[in-house]
């Protein structure tokens, strides 16, 4: 049997998450906020760049100090299993791993692959996912990060407010219209609707695991009232956000779009 693919998601914290476990391997890679990480008698203060893995059974939790905007992957993958045990032995004597600018970038990149309807390309992200890991071994030169990064970063460390087209342009130092065919061609989505699917995707996260109620979850991350939120959530996992709370909870690993 072949392992499964890759799943890359994002996380936004404002509060502390309990303890939780997988079946499948797990990274957090943090891009905004202060916090810990908390596995079995292990405690470590993450923040921008810090990545850290939990292996399959592990018991983990997040305490949030400042709102915490991460991505967790989780994985199954024999592949590269050796190479994980050595960067989690690594973890274990220095602490969380260090992920800078591109390293990140990467992420958002792949996660667009693995989203992919294309056969082609889920397939291309699970070789970039298998090099991205070795890359987390041997470090590879930093190379300069565009304007569509820089604001995908931004967006997803904003994901608690009403976001525009013009701040995100604004941040990626674009005009509008050039902003917008670059982010299309990056992520195969306007920057509204990929602002939408993130919202989604990280009150999923939420509602998976906390006992939040669905207004709650539609205003921390800046939908106008609970019927907004449901009307976005149901365009993208194709339930309601109740639903999608009672067939989820607690989060299912491995869990991805339909």
């Known amino acids: 049997m072949e392992s499964p ?3 890359i998601h994002y996380g936004f914290l404002t509060q502390d998450f309990p303890s939780h476990e997988h079946r499948l391997w797990e990274i957090h890679l943090f891009t905004g906020g202060v916090g810990s990480l908390i596995q079995g008698a292990h405690s470590w203060t993450v923040s921008a760049g810090s990545l850290t893995l939990s292996p399959p059974g592990a018991v983990h ?3 949030v100090e400042r709102a915490l905007v991460f991505y967790f992957v989780q994985f199954d993958d024999r592949e590269v299993a050796a190479l994980v045990q050595r960067l989690v032995d690594r973890q274990l004597s220095d602490g969380p791993l260090r992920v800078e600018g591109e390293g990140i970038a990467e ?3 792949l996660k667009v692959k693995l989203d992919s309807p294309s056969v082609d390309r889920v ?3 699970l070789h970039g996912f298998r090099s991205w890991l070795y890359d987390l071994a041997v470090p590879r030169p930093e190379s300069q990060t565009d304007g569509v ?6 967006l997803r460390q904003n994901l608690d407010r009403r976001l ?5 342009a604004s ?3 674009m005009d509008r219209s050039t902003f917008t065919r670059r982010f299309r061609v990056r992520t195969a989505l306007s920057p509204l609707a990929y602002v939408h699917r993130s919202k989604v995707e990280a009150a999923s996260f939420l509602l998976a695991g906390t006992d939040l109620s669905l207004g709650e979850v539609a205003v921390r991350f800046g939908f106008s009232d609970e019927f907004h939120f449901g009307k976005i959530f149901k365009k993208w996992r194709g339930v309601s956000p109740g639903r999608w709370r009672r067939d989820r909870s607690p989060i299912s690993p491995g869990s991805s779009w339909p």
């Open 5 to 7: 693919l890759p799943t």
């Open 61 to 63: 939790s997040l305490t």
């Open 107 to 109: 992420v958002g990149r």
């Open 123 to 125: 397939a291309s992200g």
């Open 149 to 154: 990064d820089t604001a995908l970063v931004w």
């Open 164 to 168: 525009s087209l013009d701040e995100l």
């Open 171 to 173: 941040v990626a130092r």
